[in-house]
């Protein structure tokens, strides 16, 4: 069974299905099994008679099952979770397994194989921990994690509501200021999720735990997918045990994960989720979720009601939520919070935050007491929060009003008014400016992601066909084939995006000078299969999950194309495969000594490379690399992706709505990548004379406090002075690359000063 990762092929499915009744999490199920926590005893049994050598030299020479088993905590349609002793490191855990019944089917073994795939890639203090995966005795899957003794976000809810029923105030543990500290810990983890290219797609307060030290966790990531990633399709096992809905079903079923074309919890649901668009979901709909759950926390009650699951699914896909109207109604909603919910729960996804991020920043503006970007103060509203945090101020301007005329104090008020709503004016054009050039980085961090998925998609087909692959029959495309009319692909024709002649059916193999034929054929062949990879690779990156039209979408390769230009597996043998197919290679063509092959050669992970003139005339490319490696570790050579500045500039570095006078891309010491201004340069000529095939030097950025701020990894913005006029400068971190987007605006024309 092939492993997935989160930063690997795109060929590999994500979760589809969770069972209809599922297993209680083990971390919200172990709230009423503290008594259990002196079960262990923490001194191994076999080894309790030794002195530390001895244990030692025991634990490294025995063979003994890794957990015992103490007590089922949890079962459901498709599993089990126990809690078990760690034998050897004598530290409690959960303990996950599948169902005998269900176990033999391969649909199921995969699906719960990526649930624990995702989980533990997703190292993060808010997402539990994944200790081990293991195959049981009877070929089944199992793992366990990390043992959270607490309560679950919806048993906190309930306990609040029981207080106000009693006509108590709810304790701290479920004070609403507790709750929303617990529920930005939410936030930072679904934020780092979304960076790693997951979406969770079933939040819910019953799958947030709480621990007895405030520590929060977000749980259960069994139907979660990763961008770009379809989900499979359901299999027998597992549709057998999907239960229908009915006009009757109890308030309960509206909280149960559901399977089907639509994934998800019905009471949580985004309207696009409900509609079953899985492939179309991104970060966004998970915040629409994650409103609902803010609304749950602040009101006591949730956001959907129904009769049943068809009434509330009609609420879902118009996103009507309830009033904001409090459990105990003598409680008042902060509007802030209303705006915050309300925009966040946006029935269209582009008129929601631009990112968790955002809303996260928004939720911190209120516990503060400031203004609210999702509904910022009216002049009344500005000077009263004024007011309300200077009361000293306050109190002297008051006395100042007393002891000086009316007509003075008055002048004097509205002088103050007026510097407050400026003020308030200037922080809410330039906070705006911040939030879409953070949306913009968040867009361009999940494309530079996608395309890296691509590429580990073809670095893993490579080394599997280079080791395990048989030579293939059929027509081997090499250059002299393309250059020789008649003997060419049947498919090989200009390209106006290209400039030139290409195949976008068959990639070309060409053999570096002094290699011959005869050492590099049966590679060859056996490499013959990747065209139709490299091909769909391509297609997969114009943005859609299925090709209804396969000829129309390669044509728009050929006459507009897309975000990859050239694609390409170099092998240390001197063996180029390169795709889209075409001739016109320099006699001394080496792919060994391609600036994308030094990159990674012998390295370990993805390699963004410098800029370089690419010698098949496409002017300054961006270069990803990662190198090749066979089972034992042997190096065998090296898979890469290109993109062209013009498609980075045209297509991912623009800002929309703004007259920006540059855009960048910067690295981690402040260095510039790709710069807006650079889109016609076909030869690069800020950087110096440099020849065909070299990487670039890159300059550093001019301005030196933004080079620091780079290196000390922040993001945020600053002004600048540069001929005469002050720059504004927004920057913010693209974890996928650990580079920096930047854009440089004109200050005073963006604060209508001008």
């Not at 079960?39 to 030794?50: G, H, K, N, R, V």
């Not at 024709?493 to 000078?513: C, D, N, T």
């Amino acid at each position: 069974m092939a492993d997935f990762n989160l930063f690997s092929d795109d060929e590999q499915d994500s979760t589809q299905l969770l069972e209809s009744t599922p297993a209680p999490d083990p971390l919200v199920q172990l709230s009423s099994l503290e008594e259990l926590e002196k079960t262990f005893i923490f001194q191994s049994d076999e080894t309790a008679c030794l002195d530390q050598d001895d244990e030692a030299y025991a634990y490294a020479t025995q063979s003994r099952q890794r957990y015992d088993m103490v007590v089922m905590v949890g079962e459901g349609a498709m599993g089990q979770v126990f809690l078990a002793r760690d034998v050897d490191l004598l530290r409690k855990v959960a303990y996950k397994k599948l169902h005998d019944k269900v176990a033999v089917d391969r649909g199921v073994l995969s699906r719960f194989l990526k649930e624990v795939q995702i989980t533990a890639q997703l190292e993060h203090p808010n997402v539990v921990p994944v200790y081990t995966l293991e195959k049981t005795e009877d070929q089944s899957l199992a793992y366990a994690m990390k043992l959270v003794m607490g309560k679950t976000l919806k048993e906190l809810l309930q306990e609040a509501r029981q207080a106000y029923d009693q006509g108590q105030l709810p304790d701290e543990e479920c004070a609403a200021t507790t709750l929303l500290e617990h529920f930005l810990k939410v936030l930072d983890a679904l934020a780092y999720a979304h960076n790693k290219g997951v979406i969770h797609r079933d939040l819910k307060p019953a799958n947030i735990m709480i621990g007895r030290y405030r520590e929060v966790y977000v749980m259960d990531w069994g139907i979660a997918r990763v961008f770009g990633v379809p989900d499979e399709t359901v299999s027998e096992s597992e549709s057998e045990l999907v239960s229908v809905a009915s006009l009757n079903e109890q308030e309960d079923d509206l909280e149960q994960t559901r399977a089907g074309q639509i994934l998800g919890t019905p009471r949580y649901l985004s309207p696009e989720q409900a509609t079953g668009r899985n492939e179309k979901l991104d970060g966004r709909s998970d915040q629409f979720t994650l409103g609902l759950i803010l609304f749950e926390l602040v009101t006591l009650k949730p956001a959907y009601t129904g009769k049943n699951i068809t009434d509330l699914l009609k609420r879902v896909l118009k996103a009507e939520k309830e009033p904001f109207v409090h459990y105990q109604p003598k409680q008042r909603i902060p509007r802030e919070l209303q705006a915050i919910i309300n925009k966040a729960t946006a029935r269209k996804a582009d008129q929601r935050y631009p990112s968790l991020r955002e809303m996260s920043e928004d939720l911190r503006r209120y516990l503060q007491g400031k203004s609210v970007l999702a509904q910022p103060d009216t002049q009344i509203q500005a000077t009263a929060r004024w007011f309300q945090h200077h009361p000293f101020l306050s109190a002297g301007l008051i006395l100042v009003l007393l002891l000086s005329g009316a007509s003075s104090a008055t002048w004097s008020m509205v002088q103050q008014q007026r510097s407050m709503l400026q003020l308030q004016k200037r922080e809410h054009i330039l906070s705006q400016f911040q939030t879409a050039v953070s949306a913009q980085s968040q867009s361009l961090n999940n494309s530079f992601m996608r395309y890296e998925i691509l590429l580990r998609g073809l670095s893993a087909a490579a080394e599997t066909l280079l080791q395990r692959g048989e030579p293939q029959a059929g027509p081997l495309y090499t250059e002299d084939r393309f250059a020789t009319p008649g003997l060419a692909p049947p498919d090989f024709r200009y390209a106006p995006h290209y400039g030139k002649l290409i195949s976008l059916e068959q990639p070309v193999f060409r053999r570096a000078p002094g290699v011959s034929e005869s050492a590099v054929e049966p590679v060859a062949r056996r490499l013959l299969p990747l065209g139709a990879y490299f091909q769909k690779m391509f297609l997969s990156s114009l943005g859609q999950t299925q090709v209804q039209d396969r000829g129309a979408a390669l044509q728009k390769i050929a006459e507009k194309g897309g975000p990859l230009i050239w694609s390409y597996v170099g092998l240390e043998q001197g063996l180029h495969m390169a795709y889209p197919g075409k001739a016109g290679y320099p006699v001394s063509y080496d792919p060994r000594q391609r600036p994308w092959y030094q990159l990674s050669a012998h390295k370990q992970g993805l390699h963004w490379g410098n800029p370089y003139v690419d010698v098949q005339g496409q002017g300054l490319l961006l270069p990803c690399s990662t190198a090749l490696y066979d089972r034992q570790g042997h190096f065998l050579g090296v898979a890469g992706v290109e993109l062209t500045f013009q498609y980075l500039v045209d297509h991912l570095l623009h800002l929309p709505d703004y007259q920006v006078i540059q855009t960048y891309l910067l690295d981690d010491q402040g260095r510039i990548m790709v710069r807006s201004s650079d889109r016609k340069r076909k030869y690069g000529l800020r950087f110096g004379e440099d020849s065909l095939g070299q990487a670039l030097d890159l300059p550093l950025f001019p301005q030196s406090q933004v080079v620091e701020k780079i290196k000390a990894k922040g993001s945020g913005q600053l002004s600048y002075l540069e001929d005469g006029r002050r720059i504004l400068l927004a920057y913010y971190r693209l974890d996928a690359l650990n580079w920096y987007y930047a854009v440089a605006v004109d200050e005073d024309d963006l604060l209508g000063l001008r």
